[in-house]
């Protein structure tokens, strides 16, 4: 089975200070890794993934993620945070085994940036 | 580009109600998905459709049919409302499933709430 945890329901940053936004996975075979952005009102819209190749994932709106094998990690960051990140961040994995059409996601984490 | 559209975008029921709920796409992919979004939960897969004349059973299909009319549309219908099943539903697709590196393209979402 896999599974997703997001470290943090809520983020607060001031603008222009680092965000990162943690997420760890359970995967018994080797994932693809998602990071989504829910806006207020609207669906989830994809910011990055990783699927093989390099560990270090660029994405829109100037985030990247980091796959670290070793310690089940994928986490999100962006050098400098402005006040439209604010939003609700998922991590998601899709791996494969039973329920293998399935997208899992965590919870959520809810970034607000502080003037 | 109109991606996922899900109609209606807001529904008020009554306990005991039936509704259908609708979703295109015109991407020609060949997987789509139903989700649930709780405040905390994340999302859930209700039921998913791997392709055309496909559906199965996600984490929550209880309280939920499915029709994958054909490879465009898929429908979420609720047979007797409760205020359980009051959430954010939203539809998704992907050119495939199945342990797959293809994102999920989400609709905007369909705003339900049972009394």
């Known amino acids: 089975a896999q599974s997703v945890t997001q470290l943090g329901s809520h983020v607060s940053v001031s603008e222009g200070a680092l965000v990162l936004l943690r997420c760890n996975y359970s995967?018994?075979?080797?994932?693809?890794l998602f990071w989504y952005v829910q806006y207020p009102n609207q669906g989830l819209q994809l910011l990055l993934k990783?699927?093989?190749?390099?560990?270090l994932v660029k994405g829109i709106n100037g985030f990247e993620a980091e796959f670290k094998k070793s310690e089940t990690s994928f986490h999100l960051t962006k050098p400098s945070a402005h006040m439209s990140d604010a939003a609700e961040y998922f991590c998601?994995?899709?791996?494969?085994?039973?329920?293998?059409?399935?997208?899992?996601f965590g919870k959520g984490t809810k970034l607000s940036v502080i003037p | 580009n109109a991606g996922v559209t899900q109609t209606p975008k807001f529904q008020v029921l009554k306990t005991g109600q039936s509704m259908t709920l609708q979703c295109a796409q015109d991407?020609?992919?060949?997987?789509m998905y139903w989700y649930r979004q709780d405040p905390g939960m994340g999302l859930r897969l209700i039921y998913y459709?791997?392709?055309?004349?496909?559906?199965d059973k996600g984490e929550v299909p209880n309280g939920y049919n499915v029709s994958r009319l054909n490879k465009r549309e898929f429908s979420l219908r609720l047979e007797s409302a409760a205020p359980s099943q009051t959430s954010v539903y939203f539809c998704?697709?992907?050119?495939?499933?199945?342990?797959?590196?293809?994102?999920?393209?989400f609709g905007d979402g369909t705003r339900l709430s049972i009394l």
């Open positions: 990783y699927t093989t190749g390099a560990t």
């Open positions: 998704a697709s992907s050119e495939r499933g199945a342990y797959s590196n293809q994102p999920q393209h």
């Open positions: 998601a994995v899709s791996s494969g085994g039973a329920g293998s059409y399935q997208l899992t």
């Open positions: 459709s791997a392709s055309e004349g496909t559906t």
């Open positions: 995967s018994s075979v080797p994932p693809y």
């Open positions: 991407m020609n992919h060949n997987s």
